[in-house]
């Protein structure tokens, strides 16, 4: 079996009409960034399309939680990386963290941790994952070893100069 790849990372341009007066992305705009690219990653990289899913099987992800933690302002025109991973998962959520970088990834910009439930929509409620997703989710997980809290994963990040971490 084909070892998947468990990071996936993409690249986007800062547009205008996403940015404060400063030129800055504005922040509600990073989780934007950051989720559109993860929907992306996932299609391109392991051909999980969340769109099909909804319409054919009426199931997908809502966000339960999200927290976000910003290190630089990502700047109109800027090209950034994002990458991002699977760190948790369980039958009925997930945990995916995501690291916005400049463009050649020496300077963080942000970190985000998203919970995702499961939900069938026509019952309203969480769903179970399917055998069939599990696997998946099994095959691309790429757990913190060091660090049980988002809290504590920032502080870990921070203590390190000047942000210049790989994954």
């Known amino acids: 079996m084909e070892t998947r790849v468990k990071t996936v990372e993409s690249k986007k341009r800062i547009q205008y009409h996403d940015c404060d007066p400063f ?15 993860r929907t992306e990653q996932i299609l391109d990289h ?16 809502v966000a339960a939680q999200t927290q976000i933690s910003y290190f630089s302002p990502a700047s109109w025109m800027e090209v950034v990386t994002i990458h991002s991973r699977l760190i ?14 400049d463009e050649h990834k020496t300077k963080i910009k942000a970190v985000m941790w998203a919970k995702l439930v499961h939900f069938d929509v026509k019952a309203q409620r ?9 696997q998946l989710f099994s095959e691309i997980l790429d757990p ?8 504590e ?3 870990g990040l921070r203590e390190i100069k000047p942000f210049q971490v790989k994954g």
């Open 126 to 134: 969480s769903n179970k994952h399917s055998e069939d997703l599990m």
């Open 153 to 155: 994963r920032i502080k």
């Open 46 to 61: 392991y051909g999980f399309n969340t769109a099909q899913m909804l319409h054919e099987r009426g199931i997908g992800w």
């Open 144 to 151: 913190l070893e060091h660090f049980s809290s988002f809290e």
């Open 88 to 101: 948790q998962f369980s039958e009925h959520s997930l945990l995916v963290e995501a690291f916005m970088w």
């Open 23 to 37: 030129n800055h992305l504005n922040n509600s705009r990073y989780i934007d960034y950051i989720m559109g690219a």
